[in-house]
């Protein structure tokens, strides 16, 4: 008997199963309709495992599709049957489907490699100190680049349908502000005064890109951090304007796509106070700035139970089990109608986009599991 | 590592992913400090306040307010921060307004690695030395750290910055603040988590991480949201199921029992991850709280029970 070390943990075949008689939903509108799907959220969701399905959906449509993800658990990659690289891999498991994982790091040193002009240019960039922080540390980096890295795969590639995941920001909002954190941060009116190239004497007076009260800020500046530190700055600033046009027509582009009929958000959320709060921001900023949100999936939901349940009911199952089956129900009871407020809530909160819940599948300890129960669900919306 | 000692020092520092629970343990902390007789000074880092509706108070901003008898609470805000720090640094709001006023020299001081973040957590610092007479002003510092990647982060930010820029005022001040953080006799960071794989993955990350590099002492392991064990050992449910036709509501009570197991078991197997973590820190659980009650009275119940566990270990 042959058995496979990692056994392909799909069960779903490329036809679609039961169209509800009322036929397409929601998510299907989304995932015909719609080139680059953007899902959105806070961490611990659901949304990369959220992202996937929609990408396997996606492709038993018939799309040819890639599933980039940001951050993905390790057992994501079994279910998915493969080990996720930087580069699209074709799953295993489903046709027309493939998937890769984001690093930001490498993201941002491929923008720099792309968008210079010369090797020493580019070598300088990527040494300076200041590039770390701004690749790795700096307000909205990761954002920005998965963005770039979208706009990249789409020219790159011909998917008919490509998912974005996004990194777990604690801030929803941090995605849609990043671009124009990091262009702020380059935008500086002063950048004029760096034409002026390093060895000149006009160069060398680059005091002068401080404006008149130049000598005393300069001084000020150094009083904080030494007289190093702060050249060391002004030749990063000069070594990034060149940078810089590239870099602005590139986050104009990708922004653009962002808006554009082809592309739409999916925001996910849980069942949970906080994250449902969130959920709703996030949808008002986002229709305020005239992105297209495609669906609201709120995770984990607890759903009410369908039958009446008596008392001879419970008793017959206390006959098989000598448990306190009240005290479950009634927690369980108390969650239903709790989550059961929270997605009205929500759908009041917003009312123009489709809201699916996604009830608390069983399978919740095996990813795969997971997953087929996730797509078994979603193939009727 | 005994937990009456751990609590015995001036900083506490509380990590944890956004969700788990922890700016709930930091205000529990400070009441029970607070109650005690420490005169207690709670911290938010640039965080949506959430601390004013556990105390039942007005909002929390940059501002230092008195929220209770020996209790007072901040929210740091990166910019006032970052004003308050230079104006101190140069002695002077003329000068602070011409190096603020040119929009290339604010993007610098901007730019430095997490400037903002160091003047935050140096504001902390600042509390921490400050004195009424003789004695420390603030006995006990409670600091509901950013969420998980920025926790460590802001955990970090004073020792990088000493390594990035080494000389000047900003350096020497940033290594002050790293050693003071590094104290096992000042400071201890408690982690705080959820029986469930991610938040139990970073809580070791986190852990291993600030161990590694030798941030601050390690202090206590906090599990929140635990699931009581009602169905262990009740393998047969699956079996059960199968009695009943599927629509039926003997089928569904079962369903409903077989999720609760299904959640129970992944607790037990996730609880089981923490046995290394648990040599480090001393571990404390607190139950889950029924959905949809009032924050508040959540509050007063861990509070409760935190009061109970550590009593508990007193004997």
Redesign the interface.
């Known amino acids: 008997m042959s058995f496979n070390k990692r056994p392909p943990t799909l069960t779903l075949s490329s036809n679609l199963l039961k169209i509800s008689p009322e036929g397409r939903g929601n998510l299907h509108k989304l995932l015909n309709q719609k080139r680059f799907i953007v899902c959105v959220g806070?961490?611990?969701v659901g949304k990369t495992t959220i992202s996937c399905a929609l990408g396997l959906l996606a492709a038993q449509l018939g799309k040819k599709t890639l599933i980039v993800t940001i951050d993905p658990?390790k057992r994501l990659a079994d279910a998915l049957g493969i080990s996720l690289g930087e580069t699209p891999k074709a799953l295993p498991t489903q046709a027309n489907c493939f998937a890769m994982m984001l690093d930001m790091q490498h993201a941002w040193d491929n923008m720099v490699m792309r968008l210079s002009t010369t090797a020493e240019m580019r070598d300088e960039v990527l040494q300076n100190?200041?590039y770390k922080?701004l690749s790795q540390?700096?307000a909205g980096s990761q954002e920005f680049v998965a963005c770039e890295a979208l706009y990249t795969l789409a020219q790159e590639h011909d998917f008919d349908t490509i998912i974005l995941d996004t990194p777990p920001t604690?801030n929803a909002l941090d995605f849609l502000d990043a671009p124009k954190k990091i262009l702020g941060?380059l935008d500086?009116?002063?950048f004029h005064y760096f034409l002026q190239p390093k060895n000149t004497i006009m160069g060398k007076l680059s005091m002068g890109?401080?404006?008149s009260?130049s000598a005393?800020?300069h001084n000020?500046?150094?009083?904080?951090?030494?007289k190093t530190?702060?050249e060391e700055?002004i030749d990063f600033m000069r070594v990034l304007r060149e940078l810089y046009p590239p870099i602005i027509a590139r986050t104009k582009a990708f922004q653009q796509l962002l808006k554009s009929a082809e592309s739409s958000f999916v925001i996910v959320c849980a069942a949970?106070e906080?994250?449902i709060k969130e959920a709703s921001i996030f949808q008002k900023e986002l229709t305020t700035r005239e992105y297209d949100i495609g669906l609201i999936i709120c995770n984990k939901v607890t759903k009410n139970?369908?039958?009446?349940?008596?008392q001879e009911?419970?008793d017959?199952?206390r006959k098989?089990?000598a448990?306190?089956?009240e005290?479950?129900?009634k927690?369980?009871e108390?969650?239903a109608?709790?989550?059961k407020?929270l997605i009205n809530a929500l759908q009041k909160q917003c009312a123009q986009t489709p809201l699916i819940a996604v009830p608390?599948l069983?399978?919740?300890?095996n990813e795969n599991g997971t997953l087929n129960e996730l797509l078994r669900f979603l193939q009727n919306q | 590592m005994n937990f009456l000692e751990i609590l015995d020092r001036q900083m506490h520092f509380v990590c944890g992913k956004g969700g788990v629970g922890k700016s709930t343990l930091a205000c529990v902390l400070a009441d029970y400090f607070a109650k005690k007789g420490e005169r207690v000074l709670l911290v938010q880092i640039n965080a949506t306040d959430s601390h004013s509706q556990l105390f039942k108070c007005q909002p929390i901003g940059p501002q230092m307010v008195q929220i209770g008898p020996s209790l007072w609470a901040l929210n740091a805000e990166p910019q006032s921060s970052l004003d308050e720090y230079v104006i101190l640094k140069l002695r002077s709001k003329q000068l602070y307004k011409v190096l603020l006023g040119n929009s290339l020299a604010r993007s610098f001081l901007e730019f430095l690695p997490s400037l903002s973040e160091l003047t935050m957590i140096g504001k902390i610092w600042y509390h921490a030395k400050e004195k009424e007479g003789n004695e420390a002003k603030f006995s006990r510092i409670v600091v509901d750290c950013p969420a998980t990647g920025h926790g460590l982060h802001f955990l970090k930010v004073a020792q990088k910055t000493y390594e990035t820029i080494k000389i000047g005022p900003i350096a020497h001040e940033a290594l002050e603040i790293a050693d003071y953080i590094k104290n096992p006799q000042k400071s201890a960071v408690h982690i705080v988590t959820l029986p469930e794989e991610l938040p139990i993955s970073e809580s070791i990350d986190l852990a291993q991480k600030i161990k590694e590099e030798k941030l601050a002492p390690l202090g206590f392991l906090l599990v929140n949201g635990v699931l009581e064990n009602s169905l262990s050992g009740h393998k047969n449910l699956a079996l059960v199921q199968k009695k009943y036709a599927p629509e039926s509501p003997e089928h569904e009570i079962s369903t409903v029992l077989m999720q609760r197991f299904n959640a129970e078991s992944e607790q037990e197997k996730q609880l089981l991850r923490l046995k290394f973590l648990k040599k480090l820190m001393p571990l404390l659980q607190w139950p889950l709280m029924p959905k949809g009650e009032l924050a508040h009275s959540s509050f007063k119940q861990l509070s409760r029970i935190f009061s109970e566990q550590v009593r508990g270990e007193k004997e």
């Open positions: 806070s961490g611990g658990a100190r200041f922080y540390d700096m604690s941060f500086q009116q002063a890109f401080l404006g009260a005393l800020i000020l500046l150094e009083r904080f951090t030494g530190f702060v700055f949970k906080a994250s139970l369908q039958n009446n349940i008596g009911n419970i017959n199952v098989s089990i448990v306190d089956i005290k479950i129900l927690e369980h108390v969650n109608r709790h989550d407020k608390k069983m399978a919740d300890s």
